[in-house]
């Protein structure tokens, strides 16, 4: 009786916790899959500290990324490992940059193999778009990185846009809010300037592109970002746990042979800060749908303790990462590896963690997420992609089964757990294993 009462209290506590979430992302995201993509299709495209970042991952593996197409951002290198550069020549155009010596240092790396070969980039077509109401990043800091890759890629292979009223943001073809006006500074970032910079520079990467659609029939996942760190930590890095992939019909098919690009959001544009605004509004997934191209969203993280309060990618230094800009910097790394993942030319992806059976003794499961001792278990997947589970007490089935989808799915049940396994006091126990990543148990 007194054991029945205690495990009465234990699943009780637990469901507490679990509607207190509401709905929360698992703590672990599944692996990123390898779709098989293209490798010799990989781009980026970033805005702000992701524009510094797209033109970072761009030259330091340009064996990897073939074009790159960049708002708001500046040349590479361009804060020589200062917060005092980046704030001021890089952003401010406080002092000129100097583009010269940015260059020879480019070139000098190449030489030493802490970055790609230069020659890489000379065919490689590049997007460059510099508002000339940008109070952030302003127009002489565009104008430099338009003359640093110059030096490197042939000039017909650059596409400058430098004459269109536009304030510090991602510019996009959709008008809908959150989507700003042209010459608004303010969340989430994302402009409308009567354009559509997305079709212009796939189209440079890709050639001529099918008509865009209304609406998707591709579905957002979201991935684990911490494999891609050698010391498996994402946040170590101020990257957020969790990136995410636009996946367009068909793509994860055998032979598929779809291509890839990496959009790289700015500071305060991270998941953790305005949710999928910049996701689903930046204006690729569309174009990407109907065009067979993946799209990665890496996300970063807050982290005021590296002086990085505001999210941003690191393209001056922070947190004493010396070689930020080179290979070996660990975010540049990370997008690297992602690419390679998706191209089938890295490593598989992890498989899927073995289901776990809940007893007094693996109770830690069920403080990071990972298992709850509960009667009945629901699952709902939404358009992102996303698994969330409902679980419900008997106590609480009447008041909280109307929030579940109708009929309920079933959950996909591994053999009953062994009798070893079986918590005291409780009616034998069923594992359900997730395909999406958590494992969660139910008692029969």
Not at 247 to 255: F, L, Q, S, V
Not at 284 to 307: C, F, H, R
Not at 333 to 362: E, I, S, Y
Request: one cysteine or more; hydrophobic letters at 35%; a positive charge.
């Amino acid at each position: 009786m007194r054991m029945a009462k205690r495990n009465s209290r234990l699943t009780a506590a637990i469901v507490a916790t679990v509607l207190a979430w509401g709905g929360a992302a698992w703590a672990q995201s599944p692996p990123l899959p390898d779709f098989k993509a293209d490798p010799n299709s990989a781009t980026v495209s970033g805005i702000s500290s992701g524009g510094y970042q797209a033109v970072q991952a761009h030259v330091a593996y340009s064996g990897t990324f073939h074009g790159a197409a960049v708002f708001a951002g500046g040349p590479y290198y361009c804060a020589e490992g200062s917060l005092t550069n980046a704030t001021g020549r890089c952003m401010s155009a406080s002092t000129s940059i100097p583009v010269t010596k940015l260059v020879d240092i480019t070139k000098q790396w190449a030489k030493a193999n802490a970055i790609d070969p230069v020659a890489n980039l000379k065919d490689d077509k590049v997007y460059l778009f510099q508002g000339t109401q940008d109070t952030t990043v302003k127009p002489p800091v565009g104008a430099a990185l338009n003359q640093y890759y110059r030096n490197f890629v042939n000039a017909a292979g650059v596409f400058f846009v430098n004459n269109v009223p536009a304030e510090h943001a991602w510019i996009t073809w959709k008008k809908d809010p959150p989507v700003n006006k042209c010459d608004v500074k303010a969340s989430p970032y994302v402009n409308n300037c009567d354009s559509d910079p997305e079709k212009t520079f796939l189209e440079l990467f890709y050639g001529p592109l099918t008509t865009k659609t209304t609406g998707t029939a591709g579905r957002l996942a979201p991935f684990d970002q911490n494999e891609f760190f050698d010391d498996g930590s994402a946040e170590r890095h101020s990257m957020a746990q969790t990136g995410y992939v636009f996946i367009p019909p068909g793509c994860d098919a055998a032979g598929a042979n779809c291509r890839v690009h990496m959009a790289l959001h700015g500071c305060q544009q991270y998941y953790g800060k305005i949710g999928d605004d910049f996701i689903k509004n930046a204006g690729l997934n569309e174009w990407a749908d109907v065009n067979k191209i993946i799209v990665l969203y890496p996300q970063t993280k807050d982290d005021s303790a590296k002086g990085n309060p505001n999210g941003c990618w690191n393209w001056w230094g922070f947190g004493g990462e010396a070689d930020y800009a080179k290979k070996s910097g660990p975010q540049l790394l990370a997008l690297k590896r992602m690419v390679d993942r998706v191209t089938g030319q890295g490593p598989l992806p992890p498989p899927p963690p073995p289901a776990q059976c809940f007893t007094t003794a693996n109770y830690w499961h069920v403080q990071t997420g990972r298992a709850y001792p509960l009667r009945d278990v629901y699952k709902r997947q939404d358009g992102a992609g996303d698994v969330r589970a409902f679980a419900v007490a008997p106590q609480a089935r009447r008041r909280r089964r109307p929030s579940c989808p109708s009929p309920p799915p079933t959950p996909i049940w591994r053999p009953r757990c062994p009798l070893s396994f079986r918590p005291s006091g409780l009616s034998p126990t069923r594992c359900a294993y997730w395909p999406m990543g958590p494992t969660l148990v139910s008692t029969a």
